[in-house]
T-cell receptor, first 113, second 112 residues
Framework: GDSVTQMEGPVTLSEEAFLTINCTYT??????LFWYVQYPGEGLQLLLK?????DKGSNKGFEATYRKETTSFHLEKGSVQVSDSAVYFC????????????FGKGTTLSVSS | DAGVTQSPTHLIKTRGQQVTLRCSPK?????VSWYQQALGQGPQFIFQ???????QRGNFPDRFSGHQFPNYSSELNVNALLLGDSALYLC???????????FGSGTRLTVV
């Protein structure tokens, strides 16, 4: 079945460092891809999305490009801040999954000043 | 504008008991989905309700059931609780059966 694989964390960075969180997926057809963020004690918030190949989603300095040839949707940010410390989830919806979101296991990011 | 409201925020139940969790969707949303998030894991889809009917269901046993009311609010019921049901239960609402989900902060269920 459809699935999402994320790099394992935790990822520990200093403020202003470059961030990459890898995400690859397995899905039939043309899934839509998402990154969600979960701050401590809170629910999930949509960070960005891409619905077709080569689309680039972006928000709050974060970017991810839908790469169908490598089945990837890596999250990047050029300069992280302490306030970016959270758990990041890659997710997809697909023909098989319907409107249900299929999530990866999440990657914890910790940024220190 | 209130977002998704879930209640209670925390609760503790004994193995074998039954529990009901509640969700009020964001204003203007008519679809409610429920997810289970075990510690250290990503959320897993339980089911989705639209027009008071279960429209889609994930790989969860029949002990998990739900309901949607005419005002679009929803309940998640779990019978015969197991220790493994301990998790954060998230409610997400949307407009129609498309995307654009708004998640609540969740209900933390601990089964002892």
């Amino acid at each position: 079945g459809d699935s999402v694989t994320q790099m394992e964390g935790p990822v520990t960075l200093s403020e202003e460092a470059f961030l990459t969180i890898n995400c690859t997926y397995t899905a039939t057809g043309y899934p839509s891809l998402f990154w969600y963020v979960q701050y401590p004690g809170e629910g999930l918030q949509l960070l960005l999305k891409a619905t077709k190949a080569d689309d680039k989603g972006s928000n709050k300095g974060f970017e991810a490009t839908y790469r169908k040839e490598t089945t990837s949707f890596h999250l990047e940010k050029g300069s992280v801040q302490v306030s970016d410390s959270a758990v990041y989830f890659c997710a997809l919806t697909s023909n098989q999954a319907g409107t249900a979101l299929i999530f990866g296991k999440g990657t914890t990011l910790s940024v220190s000043s | 504008d209130a977002g998704v409201t879930q209640s209670p925020t925390h609760l503790i139940k004994t193995r074998g008991q039954q529990v009901t969790l509640r969700c009020s969707p964001k204003s203007g949303h008519d679809t409610v989905s429920w997810y289970q998030q075990a510690l250290g894991q990503g959320p897993q889809f339980i089911f989705q309700y639209y027009e008071e009917e279960e429209r889609q269901r994930g790989n969860f046993p029949d002990r998990f059931s739900g309901h949607q009311f005419p005002n679009y609010s929803s309940e998640l019921n779990v019978n015969a609780l197991l220790l493994g049901d301990s998790a954060l239960y998230l409610c997400a609402s949307s407009q129609g059966l498309g995307y654009g989900y708004t998640f609540g902060s969740g209900t933390r269920l601990t089964v002892v």
